[in-house]
Structure formats: C-alpha cells, structure tokens
C-alpha cells in the first residue's frame, strides 16, 4: 500500500533553514507528482509546492516562493522541500502527498516544525 | 489569487441528518475542486475528486456537485464516524492549490 513517512522537522530560530524529507513506498514515485502541505496549529490546510513526476517543473504559493525549493530524488523515492529564511509564521505540520497530478490523494503523518528563538 | 470562500465553518447535526457544505469560487473553476476529510490528529483522506467523484473506498453518502464557482459536499445521513473537518480544494491551469477554510461538524 501506498506509504509516506515525513522527516526533518524540528525546531529552528527565526531565519534559520531546514530541509524536510518524505520517504515514499508501495508504489512507482517516478509516475506521480507530489506535494507538500501545511499546517499551522489548530489551523486550516495551505498548499505549499508541488514537483511534476519527472522533477522538471515544480510550482510554489506565493507565501514561500523564493524561500522554499521543491525536489525530488526518482532513483531513491525520496521527496524534498529546502527552507531558508524560515518565519513564525512557516510553523506547521508539513504533510508530503501523492498527486494524480493536481489533487492530492494519499498523504503521509506529517513532519512538525517551529520556528522560534 | 483565487479564493476559495468555504461555509460554514462548523455545523451540529444529528445521527442520519443530512448535511451540506458549500464552497464558492471567486473564478470559474470548472470542476476542478475536490474535498478531503480530516479526522482530529490524522492526515487529511480524499472524499471526492473533480467535484462529484468519489474515491475508491469511499462510503456513497458522500456526494459532490457543482460546476464553475458553486460547489456542494453532502452526506446524505450523518454517522457518528464523520466527525472531522472538511476542506474543499482547488486547482486550475496556473498549477496551483488552494483549500477552503475548513467546516467542522459535530455531533448535536
């Protein structure tokens, strides 16, 4: 079955970086796009990026843009997101997804990070 | 940005209402709009897909429609086991997401 497990999360200061991982199974990662997505505590779902299956075209929010970066690794079905200069306000549980392309249908337990000093 | 204007944002039903959540579009969406349930610290589970297609496993009292900016989820008699928050969601050619604010319903 399809699995997903989140890593990296962790707490980090103000304008510091961190790079969270998705390790994906029970399927062929390289057919399928994959997301990230997050949420704040007690708070509603915000898309944060999403990587096409071959990795060539990744799309961002507006609220990460230029601070986060989206890859992916096919030879080892492995997920990404890059954060620099993270916020207050990045704190969330980051979710990774499998995509039929723009709809996410399988998600993993997510990966915590706080952003504070 | 698109905004996706989701009500309401809780509701209190009893066991077999039927119940009726709304999402509007403030752009044509076509049927590009989806709905996930969340149950209290679990991941988000797709219910429907492309407004009025239900997942695989999914039970038939969920139900979707709509088209262009209107959209409706129902569940045509309400089970205990579907307390949890629901989200719309959509996508367009700009290959961006975005979810609705969320409706929590609970058990009256």
């Known amino acids: 079955q399809v699995q997903l497990v989140e890593s990296g999360g962790g707490v980090v200061q103000p304008g510091g970086s961190l790079r969270l991982s998705c390790a994906a199974s029970?399927?062929?990662?390289?057919?399928?796009?994959m997301h990230w997505v997050r949420q704040a505590p007690g708070k509603g779902l915000e898309w944060v990026a999403v990587?096409?299956?071959?990795?060539?075209?990744?799309y961002y929010a507006d609220s990460v843009k230029g601070r986060f970066t989206i890859s992916r690794d096919n030879s080892k079905n492995m997920l990404y997101l890059q954060m620099i200069s993270l916020r207050a306000d990045d704190t969330a549980l980051y979710y990774c997804?499998?995509?039929?392309?723009?709809?996410?249908?399988?998600w993993g337990q997510g990966t915590l990070v706080i952003v504070s000093s | 940005d698109i905004q996706m204007t989701q009500s309401p944002s809780s509701l209190s039903a009893s066991i077999g209402d039927r119940v009726t959540i709304t999402c509007q579009a403030s752009?044509?969406?076509?049927?590009?709009l989806n709905w996930y349930q969340q149950k209290p610290g679990k991941a988000p589970k797709l219910l429907i897909y492309?407004?009025?297609n239900l997942e695989a496993g999914v039970p038939s009292r969920f139900s979707g429609s709509g088209s262009g900016t209107d959209f409706t989820f129902t569940i045509s008699s309400l089970q205990p086991e579907d307390i949890a928050t629901y989200y719309c969601?959509?996508?367009?050619?700009?290959?961006?997401?975005?979810f609705g604010g969320g409706t929590k319903v609970e058990i009256k």
């Open positions: 997804a499998r995509g039929y392309i723009l709809t996410p249908n399988n």
């Open positions: 029970g399927f062929t990662f390289s057919h399928y796009a």
């Open positions: 990587v096409w299956s071959d990795g060539n075209d990744k």
């Open positions: 752009q044509d969406s076509k049927n590009y």
């Open positions: 492309d407004a009025s």
């Open positions: 969601q959509r996508y367009d050619n700009s290959f961006r997401l975005s």
